[in-house]
């Protein structure tokens, strides 16, 4: 009723492989960034956009490039860190090479830097595969991690150890830094998430991405129709590391504002697995609501008592919150092993049919 | 040309000269080598029966250490705190198969490793909730375990081999043989390596794969508990022992997943190479290289032997 393709005739070829070919889609995706870009901004509190949607973005592009590996190529991966550190590093070192160059350019450069990185520790793909590359890619995470610590040049031999963000400005605007204003850097991050998001898609309804698909749903029969494994296993572990960077510095310089190794350590890879997961495996949208739901949970948990006028010891809180979060995480992982994707699909089919049950 | 040199013949050099204190690093990387080997083993057994990766063996220890040591502090005494946790981990067992396995049959394996991380999370939060955050001492004096070393005269020099260490090799290569009789000479035992060969064939036997996997998920608790031990009475009990855990995937991936062999072999493999390279090649690169450099080590093995040493041979049809 509410939902329906009926009577949208497609009438050539290029409306047929179109992004949204539904009218609907169109009109939800244009109103959900008009929200996002104009009506976020002008309500939302330093609080709500610092702490809770530029987080959620910057996560959720992250999930997406993990997501471009382990969902879409089959690959699994727990070094997602490692990259986002490799892509904050050297976001910090091009800034300080090239201090007048535009920021958005480094950000998005320091992604290819990650790229090269993913590249290489993706060259074992080649021999192994399912969890003992799993075991193999958490190399990468460890050793990133240990050279984040032990290679000073990396953060300018601060005594901190830590990268800090210099002040940049965009049209004499500030946008890093700790002068930029929340509502700059969260438009910032939209933009960069919105526009790298849609090449995903569109990477992903080519033959690049059909090749990944295929790989993923039977990597010998792939080989065998003539798709060149070497090659389209790399090129996943690139492009998934380019987002993955490009992530890892827009946390760095806009979410964050300074950035040490912690922040990228094993524990940030399982938390972006996790969102790729609950989200859904190979799903773009998935990437998303596993990362507001992640991110989300636990600060909702941890307001909760507040709210509901009980005093609990903040201690307790966050051991509640542990509990609790496993707990979910499993009984999601039981009602909807496909992941919060698959709920969408379901609730559109509803729409679909409403009022009629089937 | 002189960096070659510091790699190659340096070392050796090294080891050539205090051949007491290459024993010494040896006996060291034995020693952490059969812990990382121990929680191998759990990892292997529930892979072996379940096909699920258990990351949350590492927090399994942990909290089977916890356990023990805060009834211990509750006022139960040392053996009766003992059984208490074993009984502690059977049913520990008995829920996971009820409310993670019986639920997320058939799911793919990804879906069953995040469950895990779930199960991670509730133990973490369980644990610090129950008997709090900070570190423990292990009550090994009264556990009967021995302390202090010995320190024997050799190669012109001395090696000192803890006690505990010793203890720990002793029980670890106990529990191993008896795993090993359990496998193969009992009723249970050739049910689990049924349903470890195939679940369905198992199953259509007449073996009861919610029992099996209750009894493999209590053996790898019980193997957690002895881990805990001897873990925790080398250092303290604390949630910092969880990364131990990700110190025995390597271990995993150079064994092979579904091998107790090559869990305990890759675990000696592990250890020894991880002290030895962190000891002679380490200052090399400003140290520190413990933490990745068994990965290394792991993935140079994997790159001639996909399957890990003692995996079964990976057959792929179309």
Redesign the interface.
């Known amino acids: 009723m509410f939902y329906r393709e009926v009577g949208q005739y497609k009438t050539s070829y290029a409306a047929d492989q179109a992004l949204l070919p539904i009218l609907q889609d169109r009109i939800g995706i244009a109103v959900i960034l008009l929200i996002a870009f104009v009506a976020v901004p002008l309500t939302a509190s330093n609080f709500a956009l610092d702490s809770v949607l530029i987080p959620i973005l910057v996560l959720s592009l992250a999930a997406t490039g993990l997501n471009l590996l382990t969902g879409y190529t089959g690959l699994l991966s727990l070094g997602t860190g490692g990259f986002m550190g490799v892509g904050a590093f050297a976001c910090y070192k091009l800034t300080t090479i090239f201090p007048n160059v535009n920021i958005i350019f480094l950000i998005l450069c320091s992604g290819f830097f990650a790229a090269a990185i993913g590249t290489v520790f993706g060259l074992p793909s080649l021999r192994i595969k399912g969890f003992y590359l799993a075991v193999a890619t958490l190399a990468a995470q460890f050793f990133l991690s240990w050279c984040f610590i032990r290679i000073p040049w990396l953060y300018n031999y601060n005594i901190s150890a830590s990268i800090e963000v210099p002040t940049k400005t965009l049209f004499g605007l500030a946008v890093t830094g700790p002068t930029a204003s929340s509502t700059t850097r969260y438009l910032l991050v939209l933009s960069i998430v919105t526009v790298l998001v849609l090449m995903a898609a569109n990477l992903m309804r080519g033959r690049i991405g059909r090749t990944w698909m295929a790989v993923r749903d039977m990597d010998l029969a792939a080989e065998l129709i003539g798709i060149r494994l070497y090659q389209t296993k790399l090129l996943a572990f690139a492009v998934s590391s380019f987002y993955c960077g490009v992530a890892g510095a827009m946390m760095a310089f806009l979410w964050l504002g300074n950035a040490e190794s912690e922040s990228f350590n094993i524990n940030q890879s399982f938390l972006i697995l996790f969102m790729v997961i609950i989200g859904g495996l190979g799903s773009l949208l998935g990437s998303f609501l596993g990362a507001a739901l992640i991110w989300g949970l636990p600060i909702v948990l941890r307001h909760a008592p507040a709210y509901l006028g009980l005093h609990i010891r903040s201690a307790t809180v966050d051991q509640s919150t542990f509990v609790i979060l496993g707990v979910l995480i499993i009984f999601f992982l039981i009602v909807e092993p496909h992941g919060l994707a698959r709920l969408w699909q379901i609730g559109k089919q509803k729409l679909r049919v409403w009022p009629f049950p089937y | 040309m002189h960096i070659l040199y510091s790699i190659f013949v340096d070392p050796f050099m090294q080891m050539a000269h205090a051949p007491d204190l290459l024993v010494q690093t040896l006996w060291d990387g034995l020693v952490s080598g059969v812990l990382y080997a121990l929680i191998a083993l759990g990892f292997v057994l529930i892979f072996k029966a379940s096909g699920v990766?258990n990351f949350a063996q590492g927090i399994m220890v942990v909290f089977a250490a916890l356990t023990l040591v805060g009834l211990n502090e509750h006022g139960v005494p040392a053996y009766l705190a003992l059984a208490l946790t074993v009984v502690v981990m059977l049913v520990l067992a008995i829920a996971v198969e009820r409310?993670?396995l019986r639920?997320?049959v058939n799911?793919?394996?990804?879906?069953l490793?995040?469950?895990t991380?779930?199960?991670?999370?509730?133990?973490?939060?369980?644990g610090?909730?129950i008997f709090g955050?900070d570190p423990k001492v292990m009550i090994s004096d009264q556990l009967g375990l021995p302390s202090g070393s010995y320190r024997i005269n050799m190669l012109g020099g001395y090696v000192q081999l803890q006690k505990i260490d010793i203890a720990a090799a002793i029980i670890a290569s106990l529990m191993v043989a008896g795993l090993g009789i359990v496998f193969n000479r009992t009723r249970i035992g050739r049910a689990l390596r049924a349903v470890a060969d195939s679940h369905r064939a198992a199953l259509s036997v007449g073996i009861s794969l919610e029992q099996i996997w209750v009894v493999v998920w209590f053996a790898a608790g019980v193997v957690a508990l002895a881990t805990g031990i001897m873990w925790g009475a080398r250092s303290n009990v604390s949630f910092a022992l969880e990364i131990i855990a990700?110190k025995a995937?390597?271990v995993?991936?150079l064994g092979g997943?579904t091998s107790i062999p090559g869990a305990i072999v890759g675990g000696l493999i592990i250890g020894v190479g991880e002290k030895m390279g962190e000891f002679y090649w380490g200052p090399l690169?400003?140290g520190?290289?413990e933490?990745?450099f068994a990965?290394?080590i792991?993935?140079v093995f994997?790159?001639f032997r996909?399957?890990?040493l003692f995996g079964e041979r990976?057959i792929?049809?179309?």
Do not use: C, K
């Open positions: 990766f409310a993670i639920p997320l799911q793919p394996e990804i879906i490793f995040m469950a991380f779930g199960l991670t999370y509730v133990l973490i939060g369980l610090e909730l955050g990700l995937l390597p995993l991936i997943f690169v400003g520190g290289i933490s990745w990965y290394v792991a993935l994997l790159l996909p399957q890990g990976i792929e049809r179309l």
